[in-house]
């Protein structure tokens, strides 16, 4: 009786189906070529995973609270455009250019959600319309084209955020530390404190949330903040790996983290998050996109195993919530 009621309970957690998908794909993908889980590949994976997963981890906690944000891939792209612009040309140095680069997007970030929590515009819009402003603000600061090369070697903020060393063969980056190190501490923000119980509120029941004297508003706005901030540390730590900022880089990446964070078990209509999921959605995705491509199949059909992904894990949590509900 005892296993059967932990079985039930295992089965009623959001983060159950992306486990069992996960390993699914792990055992398919492993099976048709091994190299898959080969060292090199793996490193490959991970250093381009943290920086979507970055965005990933604090739209959890957006879309938990009951909003989206749509444009986290135009701050990927502006980000480092501003910094670099500050910094090649003599106006700051580059550790000020990117404080510089994260305070604007964070006033970026509490400017949606002011519109959203105060003038009541739907999040959808709100950042849509927003979206559109920074990438055609990164686009004209650069007249369209990918900023010169530079040389970040040797300057201790580009080895802070990627710098890497080698463990045996395996290459290790920085940025995966700073992953490991949000996702700890918004999955404790969000499961152990009282400003994860109010993100819950203010997406489960907003009327109720402010009845018993939760600020929804303003908790929604750091939100905004915190998504806009992360992407914009995102997108520099992928300018800093890749020796380049581009004004166009982040395209489509707001769908894709969507989509992450919905396969992970978070409540599109809100009160409802994990990080945990996230984590699992973020690896479902990059190992799919990737695991494609090793065992032959074109990287064009990647948006077909995504929205084939979507719809079943969108099938399985509504199983599993109405056998939950129904005390199966």
């Known amino acids: ?45 991970l250093a381009f995973t943290v920086e979507l997963g970055l965005i990933a981890l604090a739209m959890t906690l957006l879309m938990t609270s009951g909003e989206f944000d749509l444009s986290v891939g135009s701050l990927f792209g502006f980000a480092p455009v501003l910094m670099w612009t500050l910094s090649n040309s003599g106006v700051t140095t580059l550790e000020v250019a990117f404080v ?14 002011i519109m959203v929590t105060k003038l009541k515009i739907p999040s959808f819009l709100v950042t849509l ?5 920074v ?13 010169r ?5 040797g300057v ?15 290459r290790i980056y920085m940025s995966l530390f700073w992953f490991i190190g949000a996702a700890l501490l918004l999955g404790y923000v969000l499961t152990k404190t009282k400003a994860g119980n109010w993100i819950l509120a203010a997406g489960g029941n907003p009327l109720a949330a402010r009845a018993r004297g939760v600020n929804v508003g303003w908790t929604k706005n750091y939100l905004f903040m915190l998504s806009a901030t992360l992407s914009a540390l995102a997108g520099v730590i992928s300018s800093i ?30 009160g409802r998050g994990t990080i945990i999921g996230t984590v699992l959605g973020i690896f479902i995705l990059r190992f799919m996109r990737n695991g494609i491509v090793m065992i032959g199949v074109p990287g064009l059909a990647y948006n077909i195993f995504i929205g084939a992904i979507i719809l079943g894990m969108m099938g399985l949590h509504s199983w599993l919530d109405r056998r939950h509900q129904a005390g199966v």
């Open 241 to 270: 790996r890749t020796s380049a900022a581009n004004p166009n880089s982040g395209t489509g990446y707001e769908l894709e983290v969507i989509a992450m964070v919905v396969i992970g078990g978070t409540a599109l209509a809100g």
């Open 129 to 133: 319309g927003m979206l559109l402003v």
């Open 149 to 153: 090369t530079w040389s970040a070697e």
């Open 100 to 113: 510089a680069a994260l305070l604007v997007a964070a006033l970026i970030g509490l400017a949606n959600g």
């Open 1 to 45: 009786m005892e296993n059967r009621s932990l079985l039930k309970s295992l089965l009623a957690r959001p983060e159950f189906g992306p486990l069992i998908l996960l390993l699914v794909e792990i055992f398919v993908f492993t099976a048709i070529n091994p190299n898959v889980l080969s060292l090199q590949n793996i490193s490959n994976t």
């Open 156 to 170: 201790w903020l580009a080895e802070a955020l990627v710098g890497d060393f080698y463990v045996g063969s395996f």
């Open 135 to 147: 990438r055609g603000t990164a686009l004209f600061i650069t007249d369209g084209f990918p900023q």
